[in-house]
C-alpha cells in the first residue's frame, strides 16, 4: 500500500509540490476520515442521532405549522414511513419539517389529511434554526421514494 494523502485538522502535509498536495482540493475537512487509524475529532452535524423523543408541549396529533416549518409532498417507498403514534403509513403523503425550543421534529400525513403523525426517530437537537433547510432535503431524499 502506498502513501495517503490525508486532510483534516490532525493532517499530517505532504512535502509542497508533490502529487498529494497538488491535487487535494481546499475546502471543509475530509467528513472526518482518517487514512492512519487515529479516530477523528467529533463532529457537529445536524440530524445526527436523531431520536424518537416527543416534542414537550406538542399535541397528540402535532403542532400546528409554524413559520419556518417546511412541508414537501412524497411518496413512500417500500415498507412505508414508520410513525410512533400509528404505525406504517404508505401511499402519497406530506411530510413537515418542524423547528422549535431547539429541536428539529419531522412528522407525515396522508395528503390533505388533517391528522400529522410523528416520524420514528425524527426528532433530534438542531441549534440553529438555518440548519432546517438541510435537514428537510435530507428527511425527503430519505423518505421520498416514488419508484420504490
Known amino acids: 500500500m502506498g502513501e495517503q494523502t490525508v486532510t483534516g485538522p490532525d493532517a499530517t502535509p505532504a512535502p509542497a509540490g508533490t502529487p498529494e498536495t497538488d491535487a ?7 467528513a472526518g476520515m482518517t487514512a492512519d487509524g487515529r479516530q477523528p475529532a467529533s463532529a ?3 440530524g445526527a442521532g436523531m431520536t424518537a423523543d ?9 403542532a400546528p405549522a409554524g413559520p419556518a416549518d417546511r412541508t414537501t409532498d412524497i411518496t413512500a417507498g417500500p415498507g412505508g414511513v ?6 406504517v403509513v404508505t401511499g402519497e403523503l406530506t ?9 428539529v421534529t419531522l412528522r407525515v400525513q396522508y395528503k390533505d389529511a388533517d391528522e400529522w403523525y ?8 438542531l441549534a440553529d434554526p438555518a440548519a432546517l433547510d438541510a435537514v428537510h432535503t435530507i428527511a425527503v431524499g430519505l423518505l421520498n421514494r416514488p419508484e420504490g
Open 95 to 103: 411530510l413537515r419539517t418542524e423547528h422549535a425550543d431547539g429541536r
Open 82 to 87: 414508520m410513525t410512533d403514534e400509528v404505525g
Open 54 to 62: 416527543a416534542v414537550p408541549g406538542a399535541p397528540a396529533g402535532g
Open 24 to 30: 487535494v482540493p481546499a475546502g471543509p475537512a475530509s
Open 44 to 46: 457537529d452535524v445536524a
Open 118 to 125: 410523528a416520524v420514528t426517530g425524527g426528532s433530534a437537537p
